[in-house]
């Protein structure tokens, strides 16, 4: 395995109670049924607009943030999302969907931009079993993918992510969509890689004080054959060995375990298939200071109309030789200077892996929290709460027999 340097990246200064994302779950209800999801699809789950503005207003309360994921379940599935949105980004914050495309019609797209829609996240991979695209893999897929980086592109000047689950039998489809992203640049601003996590009876048992936990009540746990706990450094060699210039910038720890990666951030110049150069650590730390000293906020999602001015951040090339290597690439040739050069973020999330020990390795300052009885929670974990109230405590198997 691929082995990076902690040190060598900007650690992202994300926390409980100043980040750049919080997370809105509107409503558990869902038109697809994904392999990994860790949410339990409920039909009759909407909530309300009082509760939502509860929940907004949590959020406001007890943290700073940039933009809000407005997630689920399916957040297209809520017959009010448009109110949603426009309660959102009535609050300052960029509102942006986190959705699976399904629902989403050019007319319904009109609607959310009207109301104030800052941005898209897709999640479309090919353990999803959608209707029309079972038994695809993740480069067919890019059709689809492609359909809606052109909805969200001819609606104009709306940030357009993808995320995609990674399992143990997709990971070498990884270092294509990384090229398809590429390919893309002038349409897709995000391309994230989530690892696959489901609950992993053979290493520890879950308890809730004294009592031990039948982990079936839940959703995400799976008598799974595949690998459950494939790592960030792993998919990270993967594009590497690829891309040999592919390099990350920042990223964010583990609550248990400072050195691992939690979320790995990678930031890339270039133009439609051609990429000049990544971001270094210095400057998306200059960037994300200077965002929380001019809007007190850490940055999160950018709209297309910055993503495509991505000479201002060659900027910043006095203290990051990375961009100064782009700019020796891009302009050795000249016509370049009448072409838009394009930023992509590309992330690599892992989340909750268990140490030897039992100890849960949780993102360090969660920035897809949610809100439960007025309180901030893991969203990934939101199933435990639900069932049992808490989140539950792990030992490993060979200490509690």
């Not at 995000?190 to 879950?206: G, H, P, Q, S």
């Not at 920035?367 to 199933?383: K, Y």
Request: aromatic fraction near 12%.
């Amino acid at each position: 395995m691929y082995k990076l340097n902690h040190l060598d990246y900007y650690r992202l200064p994300w926390n409980l109670t100043d980040n750049s994302i919080s997370w809105l779950e509107p409503t558990a209800k869902c038109n697809l049924s994904c392999d990994g999801c860790y949410r339990q699809n409920e039909n009759n789950s909407h909530k309300s607009l009082e509760t939502i503005k509860q929940e907004l207003e949590t959020f406001t309360r007890l943290r700073k943030c940039d933009g809000v994921s407005i997630a689920g379940g399916d957040p297209l599935t809520h017959p009010q999302v448009v109110e949603i949105v426009k309660m959102v980004k009535d609050l300052g914050l960029k509102p942006i969907l986190n959705t699976n495309g399904l629902a989403l019609t050019k007319e319904l797209l009109h609607e959310l931009k009207k109301a104030g829609v800052y941005g898209f996240t897709f999640h479309i991979d090919s353990k999803q079993g959608r209707p029309g695209w079972k038994n695809k893999n993740e480069i067919e897929l890019n059709e689809l993918r492609l359909k809606y980086a052109h909805m969200l592109a001819e609606e104009g000047n709306i940030s357009c992510a993808f995320n995609s689950t990674v399992y143990e039998d997709t990971m070498h489809f990884v270092p294509d969509l990384v090229k398809w992203a590429e390919d893309n640049i002038d349409k897709v601003q995000v391309m994230v890689f989530i690892l696959y996590r489901a609950v992993n009876n053979e290493k520890v048992d879950f308890f809730l004080g004294p009592k031990k936990i039948d982990m079936s009540q839940l959703v995400y746990n799976e008598e799974v054959q595949e690998r459950t706990d494939i790592q960030a450094n792993e998919i990270y060699e993967l594009i590497k060995n690829r891309f040999p210039e592919f390099d990350s910038c920042a990223y964010l720890n583990g609550s248990e375990k400072p050195d691992s990666f939690k979320w790995l951030l990678s930031g890339r110049l270039g133009t439609q298939g051609k990429t000049y150069g990544y971001m270094g650590k210095k400057s998306m730390e200059i960037v994300q200071v200077f965002h929380h000293l001019l809007f007190d906020r850490y940055l999160a999602y950018s709209s297309p109309s910055l993503t495509s001015k991505g000479k201002s951040l060659l900027l910043l090339s006095a203290f990051d030789k990375k961009l100064r290597k782009v700019i020796f690439r891009y302009f050795k040739n000249p016509m370049n200077v009448f072409r838009k050069l394009h930023y992509q973020s590309i992330m690599i999330i892992q989340p909750v892996d268990f140490l030897e020990d039992g100890r849960q390795n949780m993102c360090d300052g969660c920035p897809d929290i949610t809100v439960w009885n007025g309180q901030l929670v893991w969203s990934c974990r939101m199933e435990e709460q639900l069932k049992f109230g808490y989140n539950l405590k792990t030992y490993p198997k060979n200490l509690m027999n």
